[in-house]
């Protein structure tokens, strides 16, 4: 009873919040960067460009805000989204029922005047039937400031995740093992699939940055169901087979081998190297900054 009482309070609450908003007159005085701020997945935690750049430090906000049922949280994502313009992501938030309804509030926002940027965002369809399949976003993108996407066959210009940007990757690794694992968060919850490896160094994407970039770079092949992972894997010049659980591991410009778990170990020598993309992905992230900066004012 408490839990359905909870939800319908979450209900209206959220409700209230979007149409306090946009009744406001929207101003750009400053900006926020919204995404998911997961500190239990590495990768939505250090997707978002707030953890790069200086003109940005300090200035994000948890797109689940608004879910809050603290008053003083949802005064908090009243003030920060009146007063700001909006960079939204990156991650994997557009085509996801989860983030369907804050994506297209951000997009009403957009056309009522407010400054707005997509980074790095790109589709996760959830649905096994549609991966490869997607052709459209559940948002126009048109509709926002400016959009970079990191779906490469998609609409707006390509732009892969920021996290390229990470000094992480200007470090030297040795690799002492030929192949290692990383599960998804969800993964390492069950066993029938992690026994599957018992005899593979592995980890997961709940670890901290470093121990994770450390394990990637000090492996030859990496097997894995993260999109991070993988993305991080092909940064540092690792053969990555992956066993994708969302339309988003399809539209990376460059494809790994896409496999099961069944048959992961076996297949990921079949994977190869795709030289030059950190520095591809950099190139494209910091002429984006230029210009966002610029549209923001900032």
């Known amino acids: 009873?408490?839990?359905?009482?909870?939800?319908?309070?979450?209900?209206?609450?959220?409700?209230?919040?979007?149409?306090?908003?946009?009744?406001?007159?929207?101003?750009?005085?400053?900006?926020?960067?919204?995404?998911?701020?997961?500190?239990?997945n590495v990768g939505d935690l250090y997707c978002a460009p707030h953890q790069y750049f200086e003109e940005l430090k300090g200035k994000y906000s948890d797109i689940f805000l608004y879910k809050r049922t603290d008053k003083s949280d949802r005064n908090k994502l009243i003030n920060d989204m009146t007063n700001n313009s909006l960079i939204i992501g990156g991650g994997g938030l557009l085509n996801r029922g989860s983030f369907t309804n804050q994506m297209k509030f951000y997009e009403k926002l957009a056309q009522n005047g407010k400054k707005t940027v997509l980074w790095g965002v790109g589709h996760n369809e959830k649905k096994a039937s549609l991966y490869g399949k997607i052709s459209s976003y559940d948002v126009n993108i048109e509709n926002f400031g400016m959009a970079g996407t990191r779906d490469y066959s998609m609409p707006g210009?390509?732009?892969?995740?920021?996290s390229c940007l990470h000094d992480l990757f200007d470090k030297s690794y040795s690799s002492t093992q030929e192949i290692g694992v990383v599960f998804h968060k969800k993964t390492i919850q069950q066993p029938h699939?992690?026994?599957?490896?018992?005899?593979?160094?592995?980890?997961?994407?709940?670890?901290?940055?470093?121990?994770?970039?450390?394990?990637?770079?000090?492996?030859?092949y990496i097997i894995t169901d993260s999109y991070h992972a993988m993305y991080w894997s092909m940064l540092l010049g690792k053969k990555v087979a992956v066993i994708p659980n969302s339309s988003k591991f399809y539209d990376f410009k460059y494809n790994p081998v896409f496999t099961d778990f069944d048959n992961a170990i076996k297949q990921v020598k079949?994977?190869?190297?795709?030289?030059?993309?950190?520095?591809?992905?950099?190139?494209?992230?910091?002429?984006f900054a230029k210009r966002a900066f610029s549209y923001l004012e900032i």
């Open 1 to 40: 009873m408490i839990s359905m009482i909870e939800k319908l309070k979450s209900s209206y609450y959220k409700k209230a919040t979007f149409k306090k908003i946009l009744t406001q007159s929207p101003k750009n005085d400053g900006v926020i960067n919204i995404h998911r701020y997961d500190v239990s």
């Open 157 to 162: 210009e390509w732009l892969p995740c920021v």
């Open 193 to 220: 699939i992690t026994s599957k490896f018992k005899d593979f160094p592995s980890t997961s994407n709940t670890i901290d940055l470093e121990a994770l970039i450390q394990f990637i770079g000090n492996s030859e």
């Open 270 to 287: 079949k994977a190869s190297i795709k030289d030059g993309l950190l520095e591809e992905c950099r190139e494209l992230n910091r002429n």
